[in-house]
């Protein structure tokens, strides 16, 4: 009865809906955990992209391998190890790179590229179409720094760029 | 000249201040459009409401066949239908048993509890408090996929039965200690079948699973009877429910044929009141017992609070400050997890603090839960000595999972159904 009542109480002063787990751009230096370690085969966590921060580089940090030997889409180029990043010429000197989420494993290669060395506009997010929402992530449970946490159901997305979130 | 390494970490910082525009946003000259974002969402608040009318529905539905139409066979299909769709559909997910952790982690530590959760952890409760564990009897997936394959149950000695059932309760306890202190959702950590209902998640995970589905084959329900936390708080509600299942309506014949049906040797015989004792006796007794329950619960607080020490391991940060640590004796090499949390600013004295204040909140925390374990154990020692009168053969309330097989194994029963078949005819 007591126990019924209390959770009662505490239900009250929650929610309606589950909350559900997601990524902090700001504080996720991409380890490479997040593609190992969800209880699905392929991650829920993909690469994202907010193009309004993208400098459409011609040499982008996320899509070419350090010492690539080409800057071309040859394999051995590509920093994404499942060639999900889609480069399309728009005009000289710029250029488009989009994420096939269906080949994207959330490794965050790309992410620490261009975090690191570009405008930092890809960045990792847990999807929730794929997501199963555990009641406790079991990538939360390993993250080094602690870059998961939970948000509403109704809003549950921790987007670059937006207001009060990651730079 | 300034060496470079001077300058290179200032440099650095100023290169990470700019991070958001190292490289100017594009002046594109023709009209170009970027692609559109997509932020898929996560069902509706619609489709979670059905989500709890579904599973009140089912305990409903339950309830009429276990204690309304007395139907095994209504049951046994309802629980496959729940297990399909609470198990293999909707991967496990939808689940009262975890749902036990964010309950505890909202009443210790007042994190948010959705209201969706506490409905689904509530409900299997409630129906238990008015009809028994007719959650257990067909609703919950982790029960079905055991009954699935409980093909050939044999009967345990009680030697080994009864400190077994000890378990349960030492589990729900450590599992409301450590999501309490917001170490670790244990119930879903060490989750045996769910990994199956997902096909997918670690190897260990989803041996365990098959490991407890083979011993479920003789011994039934495993996980049911010897591990399950939430059957532990069911089982109190269904102690004191207001109607529970019936072997047979009408009076028993003390035949002992549905005690040997029970899969689960949930039925408790009959039992004559108990002989009155000479008082010496009794008083020795008593005086015995009451000596041994504040032992117990003593001896419960002292264990669990040092539980907490090994315990705390489940926690990211505790792990990761043991291999820094070792690192800085130079007895490991960097991890993949020490290697971020250097790059992540976080400072070590920060994890230094998370850790120590963890490791006060388990071991007070045990110190409660362990007493709490111990009031349990005491209680059933007290229960233990007390002879109840039973006429009967009688279901054990706070063991029996309702699910029905002894219907068919009593004689009384099978003579009731087939006068009432005549008089419909
Ligand atoms: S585990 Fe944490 S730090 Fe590592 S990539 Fe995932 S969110 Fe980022
Ligand atoms: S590099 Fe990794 S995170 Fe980036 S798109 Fe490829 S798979 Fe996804
Ligand atoms: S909540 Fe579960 S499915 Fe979603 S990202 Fe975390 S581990 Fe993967
Ligand atoms: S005892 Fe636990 S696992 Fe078994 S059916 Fe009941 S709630 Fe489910």
């Known amino acids: 009865m007591a126990v019924c009542g209390a959770t009662l109480a505490a239900a009250r002063r929650g929610p309606a809906r589950r909350t559900l787990w997601q990524i902090d751009p700001a504080a996720c230096v991409q380890c490479g955990l997040c593609a190992t370690s969800c209880v699905l085969p392929v991650s829920a966590v993909k690469c994202v992209h907010n193009f309004a921060m993208c400098g459409y580089c011609r040499l982008c940090f996320g899509y070419f391998e350090a010492d690539a030997p080409a800057l071309n889409a040859g394999a051995e180029n590509q920093m994404c190890p499942t060639g999900a990043i889609q480069r399309r010429f728009v005009e000289d000197p710029y250029h488009e790179y989009t994420i096939r989420e269906d080949l994207c494993i959330g490794c965050g290669r790309c992410v620490k590229g261009c975090t690191d060395f570009g405008n930092g506009s890809l960045y990792l997010q847990v999807r929730h179409d794929v997501c199963v929402h555990c009641e406790e992530c079991a990538i939360a449970t390993v993250c080094p720094t602690q870059a998961f946490r939970r948000v509403p159901a109704d809003d549950p997305y921790l987007r670059k760029g937006a207001a009060g979130e990651g730079t | ?425």
């Open chain 2, 1 to 425: 000249m300034r060496p470079l390494r001077t300058i290179l970490p200032s440099l650095a910082t100023a290169f990470a201040a700019q991070a958001s525009d190292r490289f100017p946003k594009p002046d594109f000259e023709a009209a170009y459009q970027p692609p559109a974002e997509v932020w898929p969402g996560a069902g509706t608040a619609l489709g979670e409401a059905i989500d709890v009318a579904l599973l009140a529905a089912a305990l409903g539905l339950a309830a009429h066949l276990a204690l309304g139409r007395r139907s095994r066979r209504g049951i046994a299909v309802l629980s496959v239908v729940c297990l399909a769709y609470f198990g293999f559909w909707r991967r496990g997910c939808l689940c009262a048993v975890g749902a036990i952790q964010p309950v505890a982690e909202a009443l210790f530590r007042g994190t948010e509890l959705p209201l969706a959760t506490a409905a689904i952890f509530l409900l299997p409760l409630i129906f238990a408090l008015f009809f028994g564990r007719v959650f257990c009897a067909a609703v919950c997936p982790l029960g079905a996929i055991q009954d699935l394959v409980a093909w050939r149950p044999q009967r345990l000695s009680r030697w080994l039965a009864s400190p077994l059932t000890l378990v349960p309760p030492i589990y729900l306890a450590l599992a409301l200690l450590l999501a309490g202190t917001g170490s670790a959702y244990v119930i879903c950590r060490f989750d045996p079948f769910v990994p199956l209902f997902r096909l997918s998640g670690n190897l260990h995970g989803i041996l365990a699973g098959i490991c407890l589905l083979l011993l479920g084959v003789v011994l039934a329900r495993p996980y049911c009877r010897f591990l399950c936390p939430y059957g532990v708080l069911l089982g109190w509600f269904s102690r004191f429910s207001w109607r529970h299942l019936t072997i047979t309506p009408e009076e028993c014949i003390r035949c002992r044929l549905c005690a040997e049906s029970c899969p689960f040797d949930a039925i408790l015989p009959p039992q004559p009141a108990a002989a009155p004792e000479p008082l010496p006796t009794a008083v020795r007794r008593l005086g015995r017992i009451l000596v041994a329950c504040p032992l117990i619960v003593l001896a419960g607080g002292w264990g669990f609070a040092r539980a907490g020490i090994p315990l705390a391991r489940l926690h990211s940060d505790t792990r990761l400050l043991e291999q820094i640590a070792l690192e800085e004796a130079g007895m490991a090499v960097p991890s993949v997890e020490s290697d971020a949390f250097r790059r992540s600013g976080r400072l070590p004295d920060e994890l230094r603090q998370s850790v120590a204040g963890r490791r006060r909140a388990l071991g007070r925390g045990g110190w409660w839960v362990g007493m709490a374990v111990g009031v349990v154990f005491a209680a059933r020692l007290l229960g233990a000595s007390v002879r109840r009168r039973r006429d009967g053969y009688e279901p054990d309330r706070l063991h029996c999972l309702s699910c029905g097989r002894c219907f068919r194994a009593c004689p009384v029963e099978h003579a009731r159904l087939r006068r009432k078949a005549a008089t419909e005819e």
